[in-house]
């Protein structure tokens, strides 16, 4: 029933920046919760950033604070992900992921709907 459609992903050099997307239908998207979350080659998916549904708290992995902004535009159902200042380390593949109540916004096991991830590689 809820789509998650995340686009803005590619290769760009250490430095760079990169804004990803993600479009949600089959839900009352103002109601939902929306969480970035990313997962390397042989590591756990680990969270990156979430929105309220409200959009007045957003919180962040230690790792990104100061270099990702997120973001939420209920009228086109779309929340962005703003990625500055890009290290190798953010080499990972990134969801967006949506829940109405997460328990724990920062677990990923909390959130029901899922995108189906679009790939962010940095290269040296």
């Known amino acids: 029933q809820v789509q998650l459609v995340e686009s803005g992903g590619g290769l760009v050099q250490a430095g760079g920046s990169l804004r990803l997307s993600c479009a949600a239908s089959?839900?009352?998207?103002?109601?939902?919760?929306m969480g970035w979350f990313r997962q390397a080659p042989g590591k756990e998916r680990e969270f990156v950033a979430a929105i309220t549904w409200t959009g007045d708290k957003i919180y962040y992995a230690d790792s990104v604070k100061g270099r990702f902004t997120l973001s939420r535009d209920n009228a086109k159902n779309t929340v962005f992900l703003q990625m500055n200042s890009l290290k190798p380390e953010d080499t990972a593949v990134y969801y967006c992921?949506?829940?109405?109540?997460?328990?724990?916004?920062?677990?990923?096991?909390?959130?029901?709907?899922w995108g189906q991830g679009t790939q962010v590689t940095v290269s040296s």
């Open positions: 089959g839900l009352t998207f103002g109601a939902y919760t």
């Open positions: 992921a949506a829940d109405r109540w997460p328990v724990n916004l920062r677990d990923p096991t909390a959130y029901d709907a």
